[in-house]
């Protein structure tokens, strides 16, 4: 139960990235929005919370430590993203990241949801690193 809500929770993560980007592309006056990135600013403020519950279900999610870091990892990225746009005063070029910092962020966190239902498929209660264990040859 623990593992399939952990993998909803990070499945919703990405859900949310994608209106994110959405919410962007919406205010870009050179494809027809108003400019104004309120909506966007705000949405993108208000989804950090996904991430955290996504971290915080790792716990009793039994998810292995590697995996924990790496959900860990995808909200330190978020965090990165929410500070980057405010740094155009001090270095347009570091503010000029956030782009490239939330396709960083949308593909790790695409990959952690993929490993995220791989470990809920497994047969509840065993251990989350038993699916990182190779397989034996022969």
Same mark, same amino acid.
């Given at each position: 139960m623990w593992r399939t809500l952990h993998a909803w929770a990070a499945t919703l993560w990405v859900a949310a990235?994608? #209106?994110? #980007?959405? !919410?962007?592309? &919406?205010?870009? /006056?050179?494809?027809?929005?108003s400019g104004d990135f309120t909506t966007h600013i705000g949405f993108g403020y208000t989804i950090g919370i996904v991430q955290l519950v996504t971290l915080i279900l790792a716990f009793p999610a039994r998810m292995s430590g590697?995996?924990?870091?790496?959900? /860990? @990892?995808?909200? @330190?990225?978020?965090?990165v993203q929410? &500070?980057?746009?405010? !740094?155009?005063? #001090?270095?347009?070029?570091?503010?000029?990241?956030?782009? !490239?910092?939330? $396709?960083?962020?949308?593909? #790790?966190?695409i990959g952690y949801a993929r490993h995220a239902w791989r470990i809920a498929? $497994? !047969?509840?209660? /065993?251990p989350a690193v038993a699916a990182e264990a190779p397989a034996k040859a022969g």
């Open positions: 990235i994608i #209106v994110q #980007v959405f !919410l962007a592309g &919406q205010a870009i /006056a050179n494809l027809g929005g590697r995996d924990k870091w790496i959900s /860990a @990892g995808i909200l @330190g990225l978020y965090i929410t &500070q980057l746009p405010g !740094l155009k005063s #001090v270095s347009p070029l570091i503010s000029a990241l956030h782009p !490239l910092n939330a $396709m960083l962020l949308f593909a #790790v966190s498929s $497994m !047969l509840a209660g /065993a």
